[in-house]
């Protein structure tokens, strides 16, 4: 059966960047000015000459996220269960060659940790791990999820690459979005990122959300990390990604994240800077493009971007979140995966949504609703 692999290839890294950077002010002007737009009016959307019209991008993002979500912003957190790794990643503060003290939840302290998501009132959590497959495993998976699925409506993960049968028991034990980030579409760059274990495997990793939608997850979420290659062309990319997804896999939902390279231990500096402008033109690329995008703001963003940015086109946000496992209740001074920007509380940036005429969102599933 065929993947994304097969639209891949189709494609070539330096004709489309090309594409990007050649494009004219007539040809933006000529996709904005369109009802319904394709993804050749993404790509035009994102190009350097696009910045001209970011007012204009800017102000039809908010109109269109008002429409197709009203003024909502939906509230999630995530627990790290484990910073334990077998791959090197040059840009990860849980990268194998860092000598961190490695840490996996137990039973006791997931429940710890729990405890305090609740009292900060989420209802939406998203479980991470690094990528140990003896210790941080399905098995490992499935009985977290089973310990916490009563306090939680929405669970996420974000956790290594599996196969479709594993994905197929998350979704059964009541996994509701599994997360995945090529970290960049540069088949060359990849690997100079990537040098050992098994996330190495690039062709492994662009098939993953193949076996997410196979597996009937309900949503799947992209993106690239933002700072390993030029983030134009990597978010076309991504961009063509969703594109085949959505039209493969059509029963499932689809939301992209925009994780900007952060500070972390012993990490690389980024490669490429992307300025908060650039980031503004692509999450209303993004919107401008399709309707229906869930879009996706963490704590990693500072927080005059994160508050000026709710009535442009996001749909959900991270508050108070820590990177590291245990880091809300159980060890609060491990080594955490990268530093967050933005360090308010949950109950601060739900004070701040409202005083934008925006709604808090805590809940907005329920597994009854699967019956």
């Known amino acids: 059966m065929s993947t994304f692999a097969s639209v891949f290839e189709k494609y070539n890294w330096d004709e489309v960047q090309n594409l990007i950077y050649n494009t004219t002010s007539k040809e933006v002007e000529s996709a904005l000015a369109k009802t319904k737009k394709n993804l050749n009016d993404f790509l035009v959307l994102i190009s350097p000459a696009a910045q001209q019209y970011l007012e204009q991008m800017a102000q039809m993002s908010h109109q269109l996220t008002k429409k197709r979500f009203g ?17 090197i990643c040059t840009y990860c503060g849980f990268s194998l060659d860092n000598k961190i003290k490695r840490k996996t939840l137990t039973d006791k302290e997931i429940e710890l940790e729990v405890a305090e998501l609740k009292k ?3 209802d939406h959590v998203l479980l991470v791990t690094g990528e140990a497959n003896y210790t941080v495993n399905i098995n490992y998976f499935l009985k977290a999820v089973e310990q916490i699925k009563k306090d939680f409506a929405n669970i996420s993960v974000e956790v290594q690459p599996i196969s479709q049968e594993e994905y197929e028991q998350l979704h059964d034990a009541g996994v509701h979005t599994v997360l995945v980030y090529q970290e960049t579409y540069h088949r060359e760059v990849y690997k100079q990122y990537h040098p050992k274990g098994k996330k190495s495997n690039y ?17 799947i979420g992209l993106g690239v990390l933002l700072g390993l290659e030029d983030w134009r062309t990597d978010s076309f990319f991504n961009a063509l990604h969703l594109d085949y997804l959505q039209k493969t896999y ?75 496992p245990g880091g809300y209740a159980v060890d609060v001074e491990s080594l955490e995966q990268f530093e967050t920007s933005d360090e308010r509380s949950a109950f601060e940036i739900a004070k701040i949504i409202t005083q934008k005429g925006y709604e808090p969102i805590w809940k907005d599933w329920d597994r009854s609703y699967m019956l």
């Open 120 to 122: 900060a009132g989420f």
């Open 250 to 324: 059509w029963r499932s939902k689809y939301s992209v994240s925009f994780p900007r390279l952060r500070p972390a231990e012993g990490i690389i500096e980024p490669n490429f800077i992307m300025e908060d402008r650039d980031l503004l033109q692509l999450i209303c690329a993004y919107r401008l493009w399709n309707e229906d995008l869930e879009i996706s703001i963490s704590t990693r963003e500072n927080e005059k971007f994160r508050d000026n940015i709710i009535p442009i086109g996001v749909t959900s946000m991270s508050a108070g979140s820590k990177t590291n």
């Open 203 to 219: 062709d492994f990793r662009l098939e993953t959300p193949d076996r997410i939608g196979k597996a009937g997850i309900h949503k």
């Open 71 to 87: 003024k909502t912003i939906q509230m999630y957190a995530p627990m790290y269960l484990s910073n334990e790794c077998q791959n």
